[in-house]
């Protein structure tokens, strides 16, 4: 939560007035000054002159900017993924404080809090006499609103990393007592004495990196600041001091001394009776108890989903106008940030995908999820789970699933995946999955000319294009597709035109993960039809996530909410859903990946339910990568197995055992990114779901006339008997 502003309603003056109050004020000062000065006790007056005037040259307001707060980071059930911080502090109201911790603090630092004003004469006038006589400063008379002035200015300067700035927060001159006198009779005309502990509770320093008794009763001892006990709210007390020096945990005998002189004190002040004080020094500090809360990514369970969400939020205009404040923002505002990440769907993709490659292996595996309609990114795996630098660990910082702005790699070709988005150009140019091609076994299309987005253009040098799964001869795009035949889809490329076809790739989701070579720019290439340009496993998804959806394109969302600290929502980026493509040529293109699925190269990849589903194989040359992308109306994903480039074996999947799992893979998207890794994810996500149909295509784009003049099939479906009797599906391929 946010802190309290320091506001111009008052409180009930304490008994001396405001007039008197600076008087008495000057005078004691002036009686500190003499005594650092001039320990002649005729200087005490002009002692006193000098301080009244240096008082009346101060500011009258005291400025106390916002309490730096941490950020967390939470799934979409709420669980916190990440925190992110300069100072590990959870803002707690009054109210969320043991009333024993506020006692024990209290009892050791200012007993006499509730009593006075900003500045117990007696205490100052106590000090003024032990430190006269031992002729400099050896005891302190702060009360804990000055101490509380003084965090303040510290944690001003520390923050600014203004070093210079802490020196003199912290100097044991006179000069600055005079400051926090003077600022401290501002803070007590301005808050009550509840809100000036509550400030001083949440600002103050406890060792071990916690800023604030909330994150010091979790470090210390794994729980809240309302559920603290009197030995715990004792020992933490004690360390507002000396928070190093006292650190139960590296100075475990210097902690316990000092818990039980507040213990002690207590006892003495009656704030705790003597037998609850001789029990709660038999207590033992547990080390071990706390919980440690880590800023930053590295040490979290999902660090790469966290590090794509921190990205995401450093993008947010309504966080700053400058990345800098930005970053601020997200170190020190105490945001919420919720996700669309699924941590039982996150955890079985994680399960899916290193079942299959280990860490430590050679080769790499990724699986993405994305709901369609919303963008939303459900799971986001990766073989190499763990962000570092030791290869040998099998750590790394690179986001495998992801495009270099959001801390991807170089990115991986998607081989026969990006068929669909030839069919989809075709059948957004009228063209029928009837379309017939005489699809040879091998072609050579060298000099062959094609539309791209420069006008129509020839091939540049050899191109030769060869089948790879034995179906070859005259056939429609469902025969094409189903056995994913390379001189079919790229007769079909030509025909389109590259430029139509890398636009529908583009608008579709398909990205680049090559600087400054958008998608858009393959156009001059027909090989882009089988998979060449670099890309990642998310943008793939998403590609299918707008078949899924019926045409409708949505950006991949992963932050889906964040409140400041005061519970406030701001603006977060959002999925900018549109349609893409029309709902017939979405339903035709379901029509032509379902039939992937029941009767071609994904049918290992299907679901043990059978459910209504479509996919498409992937697989690149020298089968140094292998693809499965499919899809339900409920959910998308594409699960990718490839070499690691940055090794220098294997150069080949097909035969390669993988090390950690004694996985053989084929070198095929079907049987080993969609068996091993697509389909067990899918079948968790799911479970209990109910089973939902795709629209049936319409008959024109099924069968109709072909723009190209070139015959069709003649059967119900658009096909003309390929598959021989009893084989032929329904309408639609289902």
């Known amino acids: 939560m946010t802190p309290p502003t320091l506001t111009p309603a008052r409180r009930p003056r304490h008994v001396l007035r405001a007039g008197g109050l600076f008087v008495l004020v000057s005078v004691v000062c002036g009686l500190l000054v003499t005594a650092a000065a001039l320990p002649l006790v005729g200087g005490a007056a002009w002692g006193a002159k000098e301080a009244r005037e240096g008082m009346a040259s101060l500011p009258l307001e005291f400025d106390a900017p916002a309490q730096s707060q941490r950020t967390r980071v939470l799934d979409a059930d709420g669980k916190v993924i990440a925190y992110f911080y300069d100072q590990n502090r959870d803002y707690v109201t009054l109210d969320d404080i043991a009333p024993v911790m506020r006692t024990a603090l209290i009892s050791i630092e200012d007993h006499r809090f509730y009593e006075h004003g900003p500045l117990d004469a007696q205490g100052t006038l106590r000090a003024f006499v032990t430190n006269l006589f031992a002729g400099g ?68 320093y406890f060792g071990g990196g916690a800023y604030g008794i909330e994150a010091a009763s979790e470090h210390y001892f794994g729980t809240s600041a309302a559920k603290l006990t009197l030995p715990q709210a004792a020992m933490l007390a004690g360390l507002v001091q000396n928070p190093n020096g006292y650190d139960p945990v590296a100075h475990p005998d210097a902690g316990i001394q000092r818990r039980n002189v507040v213990l002690d004190r207590m006892a003495e002040l009656g704030t705790a009776s003597q037998a609850a004080v001789t029990k709660a020094k038999k207590s033992k500090f547990d080390a071990k108890a706390g919980d440690d809360v880590a800023s930053g990514c590295q040490s979290t369970d999902y660090p790469f989903i966290c590090d794509y969400v921190k990205r995401t939020v450093l993008t ?117 999955l009837s379309q017939r091609y005489d699809a040879k076994a091998r072609m050579d299309f060298s000099g062959a000319r094609f539309d791209s987005c420069e006008g129509n253009v020839p091939i540049v040098g050899e191109f030769p294009v060869s089948n790879s799964t034995g179906v070859n001869g005259s056939m429609d795009m469902y025969r094409a597709a189903d056995f994913s035949v390379n001189t079919y889809f790229v007769q079909l490329a030509l025909d389109v035109g590259m430029c139509d076809v890398t636009k529908m790739a583009e608008k579709l989701g398909v990205e680049s993960n090559t600087p400054g070579q958008p998608i858009s720019s393959y156009d001059s290439l027909p090989s882009f039809t089988l998979g060449t340009a670099e890309t990642n496993p998310l943008s793939v998804a998403n590609a299918y996530a707008t078949f899924a959806s019926g045409g409708i394109h949505c950006d991949p969302v992963i932050v889906t909410k964040v409140t400041d600290s005061s519970g406030k929502s701001l603006e977060v980026p959002d999925a900018g ?41 992937g697989t690149i040359d020298s089968n140094a990568a292998v693809w499965y992308a499919g899809y339900t109306p409920q959910v998308a994903g594409a699960a990718m197995i490839s070499i690691d480039k940055e090794r220098k ?54 069968r109709g006339p072909s723009p190209f003049g070139r015959g069709q099939g003649t059967g119900q479906d658009g096909r003309d008997g390929e598959y021989g009797a009893g084989q032929q599906p329904g309408p639609g391929g289902r």
């Not at 071609?600 to 479509?614: E, H, I, V, W, Y």
């Not at 035969?655 to 070198?667: A, K, N, Q, W």
């Not at 629209?695 to 024109?700: K, W």
């Open 137 to 204: 400063v050896t005891q302190g008379g702060s009360t804990l609103t000055q101490q509380y002035v003084k965090q303040v200015q510290v944690n001003a300067a520390a923050l600014k990393g203004d070093e210079s700035g802490v020196e003199a927060a912290t100097d044991s001159s006179y000069q600055r007592k005079l400051r926090e006198l003077r600022y401290a009779v501002s803070v007590e005309d301005t808050m009550s004495k509840d809100q000036i502990l509550e400030r001083y509770l949440n600002i103050a």
């Open 316 to 432: 947010m205009p309504s966080l700053g106008k400058t990345e800098k404040a930005r970053e601020q923002a997200l170190m020190r505002g105490g945001l919420t940030i919720r996700t669309a990440i699924d941590p039982s769907t996150q955890d079985a993709v994680q399960k899916a995908v290193s079942g299959a490659v280990g860490a430590k292996d050679p080769v790499i595996a990724a699986m993405d999820m994305i709901e369609p309609g919303t963008g939303r990114i459900i799971a986001m795996a990766q073989s190499r789970p763990v962000m570092g630098a030791s290869a040998k660990k099998g750590q790394t910082y690179w986001n495998y699933s992801v495009s270099p702005e959001m801390g991807g790699a170089q990115g991986f070709q998607a081989g026969s995946t990006f068929k669909a988005f030839t069919a989809a150009a075709a059948l957004e140019q009228g063209v029928p």
């Open 577 to 617: 859903c549109k349609r893409v493509i029309s709902e017939d040529v979405a339903s035709a293109m379901d029509s032509l990946l379902s039939s992937v699925v029941t009767r071609g190269t994904g049918a290992r990849a299907r679901t043990a339910d059978g459910r209504p589903q479509a996919g498409k194989t």
């Open 649 to 702: 074996t294997p150069t080949s999947l097909k035969g390669y055992t993988v090390p950690s799992t004694s996985l053989y893979l084929e070198g095929s998207g079907s049987g080993d990114a969609g068996r091993r890794i697509w389909k067990p994810a899918m079948e968790q996500y799911l479970q209990g779901k109910p089973a939902e149909a795709f629209p049936s295509p319409p008959a024109d784009l099924v």
